[in-house]
């Protein structure tokens, strides 16, 4: 893949995203005079919701976890937990985080990125540029130690044995750079004596977050380092804990597998794995093991612990269903025809934990919206900490034009709410960074009094409205002048406008000239004035809308109830006036439906 570099320096959202806990991609943006630019590429990954800003990293010889962690971006230093969640997830081959190996990849997280933070990424890569500004040179002497040449010291084995490495690896060499570096009084590294003072690397470099900034591609010592790369925080890091591992329940030899019909749709849709390969050993109470034979009888292992067998008999082994339910608690043994569909192997496994509490919505606010998630089967587990509840909402589709838009299918699994549509016969979508080429401009309008408002929400409607309007009209025999303001709504349609000035029997007289009157009551919230406006004036408008996340019918949808006012247009842009805002990260929902977000300002 082609890397480009990006020019972000006036990008006024990426000033705001770099914080000190990233030491190690801060973007300075004074520039040098005499700086050079330093590139470095990152990943972007995916996971519940979130972009996830990843630093591709190769285990090394003698790395150790905490050391790769360590001063790896505000994720792991905000919150250390969440951080291994993610990176567990991200790295779903590392079986072990205690146990990595020389040679692995791994894709280290360091921050959640809201869709449009950074330039190209929607590619998956992004291409950051560092401003060289200092020399490496002091960053080195801190980390010397002064020693005196023994009789039969040479350079080489000084630096094997107390730097690291062996003669020609990569440890090696750069220890060799770093001590000639450290001693440039030493012209020739094969002519040290007995007595002589130099200084040694102290292997602690090597544990420093910008220690790889020291060396250029081909590993020779750069001549400027960052000051954000040589930054270290002075905060203590997080540490993981360890845990002695639960002993397993029971004794197993399968495999997993890598197929892609019914079951392994009806397994992945609840988040279990399908094993359908080798043997399974059920320990009993008494005797010896029963063994299951899984290229017979499938077998869904759920992340909850509990097992669900897949039988076209009304045996397993031999054994009737309700017996082999009895042996263990989390095991179901269910019923499916061999030719069985992906959904009527999930509408048998839902059958067979009928007696959980279930439901097939659900529902929370944010903002000014409403969310209603419903689904034909809604399957909750509690998150790997036991703290805080994950849902798998799954439903069955037609065709891929039915899946939910994928910027809803993001804000959900940020909030615990992960969709599961199924097609059968296809893979469950991939979710990619979203497309950012195009942002989400919202517009305003004042709200900071009644009076400014309408003179906002006219301005942004292309309305006309005149204050202190002379009107003229007849009470008690006798023709009245007054003042009043008049909103022209371009349709032939004109109301007035009052805030209170005109009282009893003088209303029914202007409304008895043919003239309509809008009275505004003194404690009307901005919603219910555009309300009442577009009501009078005979608009067409939709108070507290209700748009749909997919391309199918109500039943099994998401609904997204918006405290608002929908005002269609006849050209360009329908328009949706909330007084709250919506939450930024479905803005570009409302921005594919072909709406423009007004948002209501009541204070400068």
Partial sequence: MAMKHANIFHHPTLRRMFTPAMACILLFLTVDTYGAMLYKNYVVRYDRGWDILCDPYQVQQGDWVLKIFRQKGELAHNDFREFLGIFERLNPHVKDIDRIRPGQVVDI?????????????????????????????????KHTRTYTVQQGDTVSTLIANRFGGRYGNTTYSQGLKLFKAANPHIKDLD??????????????????????????????LVEQVTDAEKTESAEPQPQPQGAAAPAPEMATAPSETTSTGPAAEAA?????????????????????????????????????????????QDRVMNVDLPLVQSYWDNVKAVKVSENASSQEILEAIFSAFSEEASTNYLAFDDGPVNIRVSAKWIRTELSADGRIP??????????????????????????????????????????????????????????????????SFAALMGFNYSTNTSISFPYAGIQVQALSNLLSFGNGREILIDFGDLYGDAVNAIRGTGLEILQINVDAGPVEIIHRLMETAGMAYTASPVFYGANRSAEYNTAISVNGILIPADTGENRLITEKQIPESIEPFFRDQGIQLVRVKETD
């Avoid at 809201?114 to 060289?132: E, F, K, N, R, Y």
């Avoid at 399974?280 to 509990?306: A, C, H, T, V, W």
């Fill in 109 to 141: 997280p360091l921050k959640k990125l809201a869709h449009g933070t950074l330039p190209g990424q929607s590619s998956g890569v992004v291409t950051i540029p560092v401003v060289l500004i200092n020399s490496p040179k002091e960053m080195i002497e």
């Fill in 390 to 455: 994950r849902h798998s909402c799954i439903t069955p589709i037609m065709s891929a034009s039915e899946r939910t838009n994928d910027t809803i299918v993001r804000y959900l699994d940020r909030n615990d709410i992960l969709l599961k549509e199924i097609l059968p016969g296809t893979p469950e979508a991939t979710r990619r960074p979203i497309n950012s080429a195009a942002t989400t401009e919202i517009d305003s309008i004042d709200g900071t009094s009644q009076k400014s408002l309408i003179e």
């Fill in 268 to 312: 992945s849709a609840i988040g279990g794995r399908l094993l359908d390969k080798g043997t399974y050993f059920f320990p009993m109470k008494q005797g010896k093991d029963f063994e299951l034979d899984l290229s017979r009888y499938p077998m869904i292992d759920l992340q909850n612990g509990s097992k669900v067998i897949l039988t076209a």
């Fill in 191 to 220: 002519r040290i004596y007995a007595g002589q003072k130099i200084y040694m690397p102290d292997p602690s470099i090597r544990e420093q977050s910008w220690y790889s900034a020291l060396f250029d591609e081909a590993g020779d």
